[in-house]
């Protein structure tokens, strides 16, 4: 019967220390430049040794990407979730909208590091590599919702891939403007310009 609670005890701990390394990389990442800092560093900003820090993470670039799974986790489960008859694109800005109000309801520490791996080639193939899966799983979802066959519909992925487009979009220029763009503003214009062609496809595509 106390095995449990340990348990807990114990993920709660891993859980506060990864947080704790993640908060103190991404902060040194986004002040000095990613080539410029150390794993020394990072662990010792966090106050844990190296050995510590490589028990959580690979390398300083595996913080970023960790970073980058959050910013996308829960969208196709968000997509799920809307109702059923609402339009492709008003479910679609939603699910978008979510990853982006993650990030500018954090702005003070969010911001940095979206500057950080739009600004540095390595972190932004990653970011785009994210972006494929994020993908496959929307057009996954957006098949069931609509009743498409996704190995002979072209509309799912082209239009899961529209979505991203603009979340990339929305997050370049909210980041080239050092946040002084609204995302929210950003995100309803980007779909105010996608929706009539998001929407007519899967109306002239429906049986």
């Known amino acids: 019967m106390n ?12 859980r506060l220390v990864a947080d ?8 040194l990442l986004a002040r000095e430049g990613f080539d410029a800092v150390t794993v020394d560093e990072i662990a010792a900003a966090a106050g844990v040794s190296k050995r510590t820090f490589f028990r959580y993470f690979a390398s300083k670039e ?9 910013m996308g986790a829960g ?12 339009e492709p694109s008003a479910a679609l ?20 590091v979206v500057q950080l791996i739009l600004g540095t080639p390595a972190l932004l193939a990653r970011f785009l590599e994210r972006q494929t899966q994020w993908r496959d799983a929307l057009a996954a979802e957006l098949a069931d919702r609509l009743g498409l066959d996704p ?32 995302p929210a503003v950003l995100t309803d214009r980007a779909f105010a310009v996608l929706a009539p062609a998001l929407d007519a496809v899967v109306r002239a595509e429906a049986p």
């Open 93 to 112: 800005r939603h699910t978008v909208w979510r990853s982006i109000d993650a990030c500018a309801g954090h702005a003070e520490r969010a911001l940095p």
């Open 3 to 14: 095995a449990r609670p340990a348990t807990t005890l114990a993920q709660r701990k891993r």
């Open 151 to 182: 190995a002979t519909e072209l509309y799912p992925q082209l239009a899961a891939g529209t979505a991203l487009a603009a979340f990339h979009t929305v997050l370049q220029r909210w980041s080239d403007s050092d946040g002084a763009e609204d």
């Open 20 to 27: 704790e390394l993640t908060r103190a990389a991404l902060g």
């Open 75 to 86: 969208m196709r489960d968000e997509l799920a979730g809307r109702p059923a008859g609402e």
């Open 62 to 70: 595996d913080v970023v990407v960790q970073f980058l799974a959050e």
